[in-house]
């Protein structure tokens, strides 16, 4: 596969684009924010590299497309990105998973230690200048539940079983019954959450935006929290009910949140997220690292010399399940 069009979808002016000069120079690039933009490489082009562009536009370029052989997202969650053409289509789909969960993983440490902590009340007291001592809780023992137990699942739990912390997780599947996690102790099924969460004293929310995940923290979820539970969302805004954290929240029913994904982007002045005492909030950055746009972009190039050697793609997406 020596000759290779690439049409990337992205704002032209994006800095990180210029270190697709990488590519081999016999790759044709096109970069463009519009299908028409792409009226001229389209008929050539065999892969599709979405950057930061919607899926409208991505399913719109992919029909014009028809000699596609690839398509790459930057963005490790497909929700908005998926469609069925592309899904019923042998067209392989693969993402950026992976390549942002070490920082996501060190976010969710980060909360852990602000609650247990109780950084909050400490910067408070020093902005008031009040020496006021008080009890803090040790994580050691503590048990983490995580429910989608992916890459950036798996970015936690090396790092709070560092801390001495139990683990507990959600997969898909449940536990294999051919390997055993090292990191976890305990897996169980999406129909089995209520159990882990009830035994958990964080619990860490990575699971991608699928109509199965949608809502699977609602008010029966927040119900069988303990009192001291800290909610914590990697994953997308919409798994969580947004209202039933709220209310749970509002009603001191469990401890706090720490949130990185919301239902709408940028957060509506006047939610309540901003003046709860209890939430820790994060606009959507907590794995924007310096060089984390330049990672992406490694990522594809690497990923574009496995296709041209015709060696297998990783982060292959399940098309039919979202992720």
Request: proline share 7%.
């Amino acid at each position: 596969m020596d000759n290779n069009t690439v049409v990337v979808l992205a704002n032209p002016t994006e800095p990180q684009l210029a270190m697709l000069e990488q590519l081999p120079p016999e790759t044709s690039i096109a970069v463009g924010n519009s299908a028409e933009a792409f009226a001229r490489a389209a008929p050539e082009a065999n892969v599709i590299f979405n950057w930061s562009l919607s899926g409208g536009l991505l399913r719109e370029v992919f029909l014009m497309c028809p000699r596609v052989q690839w398509v790459h997202s930057r963005a490790a969650g497909l929700d908005g990105m998926l469609f069925p053409e592309l899904i019923e289509s042998p067209v392989p789909v693969t993402n950026g998973s992976g390549v942002f969960s070490q920082s996501l993983g060190e976010f969710a440490l980060a909360a852990i230690l602000f609650f247990a902590k109780d950084l909050r009340r400490m910067v408070s007291n020093q902005m008031a200048g009040v020496w006021e001592q008080f009890d803090i809780l040790e994580v050691t023992g503590q048990t983490v539940g995580i429910v989608g137990y992916g890459d950036i699942g798996r970015a936690v739990a090396t790092r709070v079983r560092a801390m001495g912390m139990h683990v507990l997780a959600v997969r898909r599947h449940g536990a294999p019954v051919y390997h055993v996690d090292p990191l976890v102790n305990r897996v169980y099924t999406p129909g089995e959450r209520i159990e882990m969460i009830s035994r958990s004293d964080y619990i860490v929310v990575s699971a991608p935006l699928t109509p199965e995940t949608r809502g699977m923290i609602g008010e029966e979820e927040f119900a069988a929290m303990k009192p001291e539970a800290v909610v914590i969302n990697l994953g997308r805004g919409p798994t969580i009910d947004e209202g039933a954290m709220v209310r749970a929240l509002s009603g001191r029913r469990i401890k706090g949140a720490a949130l990185d994904v919301f239902d709408e982007e940028p957060l509506p002045e006047g939610h309540p997220f901003y003046r709860l005492e209890n939430v820790l909030l994060s606009p959507h950055c907590a794995d924007h690292t310096a060089d984390w746009m330049e990672q992406a972009m490694q990522f594809f190039i690497d990923q574009f010399a496995r296709f041209r050697k015709g060696e297998p793609l990783l982060n292959v997406v399940n098309k039919k399940l979202g992720y």
